[in-house]
Structures are given as C-alpha cells and as structure tokens.
C-alpha cells in the first residue's frame, strides 16, 4: 500500500488551529485527548503538555501542526508548542477507527479542566465516515499507541493538508 494514499484520521478547522495558538501562547506546548465518557468526557480536552497522562492503549490520531494555515502542507515534522499530539482512548479509537476526526470549535463554555474553558470557546469532535477504499488502507496503516510514543515513535507526516477552513470543508453535509 502507498502510505501517501491513506487519508489522515484528524483534520483541524482554522478557527480550532488560531484557538490552539492563543492557548500555546499561554500555557507552552499543548496536547489533547479525545476519550469516550459521557457528558464533557466525550468532548476533546485540551491540556499543558504532560499534564494528562496518556493510556498505553490511547491512539494517536494525529499531531496537530500549528504553523499551518488553511490547505498548506509542509515537509517537516512540528516541534515544541507548534506541535499539539491528539489522542483518543483504545476503546473510543475502536468505535470510531472508521471516521476522521475534525476538531472545530464553536461558541461556549468548555469543560472544567479544559484550557479553552475562559475563552468563550469549546472544542468540538466532528466526524466524517471513510470510504471503502480509505478504510482498506487505514486497515494496512499501522497506528501509534501511547506506549509506542513514550518509546520514542512518532509519525510520518501526511502530503495532504490537514487545516480547512470550516467543518463542512472536511465533512460536508450531504445534501447541502
């Protein structure tokens, strides 16, 4: 299979890529964890880096790369606060390994110990179905867990863009 080929599991709006920079601005590099409880458990958490202790099962989704604009791509990997890892927990991971993430945000008040509480903002997970063919080379990708990220691994970064302009760029609404 042609890595290159398989699509990303997280895609990023623009407006939750300049809310993850104002928040790096503040609190230093970042990290977010998608998990699969209810009520603000199932919404994605953002914390300082290191605060939220990643499960040796927890897949990463993707490594948000902050200087990037809308369908801009660039060859090398993100480091320090431009880099913001996404994870979701094993068990939501298998629930969902069948659609992509897209992180928006949109006007509210986040959950208690996410750092967007203040802003007036909260992360929200919306999600495209893959295709036939998208699954079959997902199915051929190997994913990272957080035992593999604390041995050092990290991943290959994607040719394709992984900033839209708005939700529906990623997960158009059928119909519309």
Avoid at 16 to 36: K, T
Wanted: a negative charge; charged letters at 20%; hydrophobic letters at 40%.
């Amino acid at each position: 299979m042609d890595a290159t080929r398989a699509p990303q599991r997280l895609k990023a709006t623009a407006e939750a890529v300049e809310l993850l920079r104002r928040l790096a601005g503040i609190h230093g590099a970042l990290m977010m964890h998608q998990s699969g409880g209810c009520c603000d458990g199932s919404a994605p958490m953002c914390y300082p880096d290191g605060e939220f202790i990643v499960g040796d099962r927890d897949v990463l989704l993707g490594v948000l790369d902050l200087r990037l604009g809308v369908g801009e791509t660039l060859p090398t990997r993100p480091e320090g606060t431009d880099a913001v890892p996404v994870w979701i927990s094993g068990s939501q991971f298998e629930a969902w390994k069948h659609t992509q993430l897209v992180l928006d945000v949109v006007p509210g008040r986040g959950s208690g110990f996410s750092l967007e509480s203040p802003e007036g903002m909260r992360f929200l997970s919306r999600a495209r179905a893959f295709t036939t063919r998208e699954n079959a080379d997902l199915a051929a990708q190997e994913v990272i867990v957080g035992q593999q990220w604390d041995q050092g691994c990290r991943p290959v970064p994607s040719p394709e863009p992984q900033v839209v302009a708005e939700a529906a760029d990623a997960c158009p609404v059928p119909g519309s």
